[in-house]
Nanobody, 131 residues
Framework: QVQLAESGGALVQAGGSLRVSCTAL??????????MGWFRQAPGKDRDFVAR????????YYADSLKGRFTISRDNAKNTVYLQMNSLKPEDTAVYYC??????????????????????WGQGTQVTVSS
């Protein structure tokens, strides 16, 4: 069991940058044993995969459309995962959710991009990009 709390959401102008954070407030396991992910959900749309990072932080993976603009990282000493977002666009407007799973294997193509592959979720943080 792990409790996650996102922070850092804000209103930013198009072209700007923002970093959102997610801290594990309570956990039955060491933070580094969790694969961490970010998803986002725009109004009226599905919750989509953004990025994930392996427990050590050495492996990072992104939605194809976001590569080059978004960067996921983690600081295991602080029990925190970050999402740095650059060159923001109005279409990036969404609630951004942090997610965690203790699994270290996910079977099938696109497995890690599915919501159901993650077991624990934060409440989300709103990111709004104005044009």
């Amino acid at each position: 069991q792990v409790q996650l709390a996102e922070s850092g959401g804000a209103l930013v102008q198009a072209g700007g940058s923002l970093r959102v954070s997610c801290t594990a407030l309570a956990s039955g396991r060491t933070f580094s044993s969790y694969v961490m992910g970010w998803f986002r959900q725009a109004p009226g749309k599905d919750r989509d995969f953004v990025a994930r990072v392996t427990g050590s932080g050495a492996g990072t993976y992104y939605a194809d459309s976001l590569k080059g603009r978004f960067t996921i990282s983690r600081d295991n000493a602080k029990n925190t995962v970050y999402l740095q977002m650059n060159s923001l666009k109005p279409e990036d407007t969404a609630v951004y959710y942090c997610a965690a799973t203790g699994r270290d294997y996910c079977s099938g193509s696109g497995c890690w991009s599915r919501r159901e592959s993650f077991d624990y979720w934060g409440q989300g943080t709103q990111v709004t990009v104005s044009s």
